[in-house]
């Protein structure tokens, strides 16, 4: 093999690897799919993926944002994106697992105090007004009471002057009544309606809002809220609902308000996942967005609202209600992935056939080295039989003959030396024999010399003595 196609695959070997630990420490970048667009969801993803780019994290994300959250759903069900804000109660991807909860929404029931409304059966031949702030709020709340067997019935029974049944949606027994926050207030002075519900997290402005215009609708201005205790057994039907819990006090005020913890259930606005991303880089991702929070929070203060989902240790990622991804967990658990576990395998396999790899290029190596010493060693063999075929020569011809193949040996050994390395005593053992075929081929040209020079003087002193002349003429 010439240096120059060594030196080229040295260098091409070097080029592969250093590809290859670009490659491997090049960050991870995921397309995540937002909805909707002026959603708090957005205004946190978007936060997040800038606080990545600032910190050149291994992991990097790239934001979408669609009209709505069933299309960012369909985007990751789609394989359009590798990350999804996703609402199960309004599409839950078939290939979505969970890596974080972004926030609950919660159903909120609130009426006035007087009207001694305390669970879900209570509203049976009621009106219940429901602030609609998305397009699966209805059907969240038909899901719910339909739960109750609250069945339909006439709609004339249902019904009274006082109501608009244009902006009515009739529910079993019960009369769901759409309404703007702005309306509430009105609504309920006005006995059109006899509760008001809403879905949104407790915490939220808008909670908070309608609670305060039910309160200002009140009689008394007192208010009571709705109970729903049986959140698990409403889960074993819609497993894509959440059971929530609100504290006392957690709408403020002097009494507050509730002054008891209330149970419902609720929606959750999750961070989803599909199952084909890498395990490391989606446990990454979770890590960087749950110790982050804080750095969040002054940006998109619904990063405070933010939890792990429900798992258990030993059916997290299989078995939970709502499957987790395995990256996640590995994060909740702290066993995420070194960079041995993650190449362990590969790392084996090398060391394991590395000896065989190893053993087959020394191979190569002596077969190759052998092969460059077979032109050398017919070269030396050459040059001992020209010494033994010199010895042997009679005439000038034959030497000559002999020197040019000399000469011609040596040329081609200077030649393959300039292209390949000989070593030391390869080389001593070329001299040697190259000067021993010089010295025979110069005391062979000596003794023919001296044996065609003795018979041309005995025939000089024959043809003198035949002339009668003295030999010293």
Known sequence: MRREWLLVLVALGLAAVA????????????TVA?????????????????????????VRLKVVRYA????????????????AVVRPDVLLPENGLTLAILHDEALVIAAPEAADLDDI???????????????????FLTNLLSFYDLLPENRAEETSESAHPADEAEVGH????PLKIGEVTAALADKRVDAVAVIA???????????????LGSPERKIGFV???????????????QAVSIPAGTFGGRPKRPDEEIKTVGASYRLMARGTVSRVAVASATQHLFEWRSRLASAAPAAKLMKAPDFDTTVAATSARLPNHPGAVDYFEREQQTFL???????????????????????IGQRLARKRRERVDFVLDRLLAIMREVRVATNSAALDALAIETDGLVSDVVCYARERSIDARTVSALILAVDGVHAAIADARRQTAATEARPSTRNRTARLLALDLPAAE
């Not at 590809?19 to 995921?30: D, E, G, H, K, Q």
């Not at 709505?68 to 990350?83: G, I, T």
Request: hydrophobic share 45%.
């Open 68 to 83: 709505d959250v069933r299309d960012s759903a369909l985007a990751l069900q789609r394989n359009k994106a590798d990350l």
């Open 341 to 363: 576990d993650r190449y362990e395998d590969y790392i084996y396999l090398f060391a394991f056939f590395g000896g065989t790899i190893g053993s087959g290029f020394a191979w």
């Open 227 to 241: 109970s729903i205790p049986d959140g698990d057994a409403i889960l074993q039907r819609f497993p894509e609902l």
């Open 34 to 58: 937002v909805g909707p667009q002026d959603g708090p969801e957005a205004a946190l993803i978007e936060a997040y993926a800038s606080a990545l780019d600032r910190g050149r994290e291994d």
């Open 174 to 177: 019960v009369v769901v009544v």
């Open 19 to 30: 590809a290859a630990i670009v490659y491997l420490s090049r960050p991870n970048t995921l």
């Open 201 to 215: 997290s407790p915490a939220s402005k808008t909670a908070g809002a309608v609670v305060r215009a039910v309160e």
């Open 121 to 139: 059966p209570a509203l049976a031949r009621k009106r219940l007004g429901i602030v609609v702030r998305h397009s699966a709020d209805l059907p």
